[in-house]
């Protein structure tokens, strides 16, 4: 690259975007990459504080900002994903469906360790929609050097892609609700309708609806009949407290399922419990998932419908950021509520 006086530039041709800020309006760019120079826009480009530009010489053992942010992007992009053109250096990556990003936080700590290059993204194990960008990458120099970003490649894409977005997976659904006081009529069961509004935008399809007494071996007997009517995921309302009437985790627990955690530390949603009865994924949900607006369940619900399976390490790392201000206007999941350090 040469370094040339705008004034004596005319004719020459940009080899980089150069941006413009109106302070508190816009930032956008002015004039693209490839861009001739006329003398009319001399006096534009002083005007936007430029007085000298690139030039692009042949043979630098350098990779100019636009292709270098392209070939980062290919190769940190996994399934799910895809990539736009560069804007002023940067290239963004969109998710192609609806799904559960995931993203190599260990690696991607070492791409951006390296001297030049950086790559970011939302955080991992977030839900996204499609068409939704998830990441950003660039090189900060106007052109790198190549054995830096080949390393960066390296990084990127082995072993597996930095970044993906697992597909949710449209699951057959059953709904266990206990209680004797909805049982016998005493109360209207509120749970059906939230884990419905929940668990629709997943593609759940809901095998049905039972309300049983506080009984566990009832309960148990409802958990291993949904799942052998084809349940792929069961959901168990209410009786998850330490009150001597409140029997569902001994329910779950009778089915033979393998509890994986209960008592998460999530806030609200301690009383939360996650098993598995082979491969199905039972969750017994607390209170709070029918009143609070992002509850424990909202955080592990998007991971089960991507097929996740989650482990103890996966519940602990989730007391990290598993406190909800519970904010007058809720914007979950754009908060810090749920955003574990699990790498």
């Known amino acids: 690259m040469r370094k040339i006086p705008v004034a004596e530039a005319v004719g020459t041709t940009l080899c980089h ?25 001399i006096p534009k480009l002083q005007d936007l504080g430029k007085e000298h530009i690139f030039v692009w010489e042949k043979g630098d053992d350098l990779v100019h900002e636009d292709e270098s942010a392209l070939r980062l992007a290919r190769h940190a992009a996994g399934p799910g ?3 736009g053109e560069p804007n002023q250096g940067r290239v963004n990556l969109r998710a192609t469906c609806d799904g559960l990003l995931k993203v190599q936080v260990d690696r991607l700590n070492m791409l951006n360790n390296l001297d030049g290059v950086i790559m970011s993204t939302l955080h991992n ?8 960008n998830v990441a950003g990458t660039r090189v900060i120099p106007l052109a790198i050097e190549r054995h830096i970003l080949e390393q960066a490649e390296a990084i990127s894409s082995r072993p597996g892609p930095l970044i993906s977005v697992k597909p949710f997976r449209s699951l057959w659904v059953g709904i266990v609700t206990t209680g004797s006081e909805v049982y016998t009529g005493r109360i209207q069961d509120g749970f059906c309708s939230v884990l419905k509004q929940k668990t629709a935008p997943y593609g759940a399809r809901v095998l049905g609806q039972v309300i049983v007494p506080d009984d566990p071996g009832i309960i148990s007997m409802e958990i291993r009949r949904f799942v052998g009517e084809g349940a792929e995921l069961v959901l168990v309302t209410g009786g998850m407290s330490v009150d001597p009437d409140d029997v569902t985790p001994t329910g779950i627990r009778g089915t033979g399922a393998e509890v994986v955690f209960y008592g998460a530390p999530v806030l609200p949603g301690a009383m939360f419990m996650m098993a598995y009865l082979g491969h199905v994924a039972v969750c017994g949900l607390p209170g709070c998932v029918m009143f609070n607006k992002a509850t424990v369940f909202d955080i592990v619900l998007p991971r089960i419908f991507a097929g996740e399976r989650l482990s103890r390490g996966d519940m602990v790392a989730l007391g990290h950021g598993g406190y909800c201000q519970e904010c007058a206007d809720c914007r979950y999941p754009d908060c810090s509520f749920g955003k574990s350090a699990m790498v």
Not at 125 to 132: E, F, I, K, P, T
């Open 17 to 41: 975007d150069i941006t413009r800020i109106v302070p508190g309006q816009e930032k956008g760019r002015a004039f693209k990459r490839g861009h001739v120079i006329t003398p009319a826009d």
């Open 81 to 83: 994903l895809e990539w």
């Open 125 to 132: 194990n977030r839900s996204v929609a499609a068409g939704q």
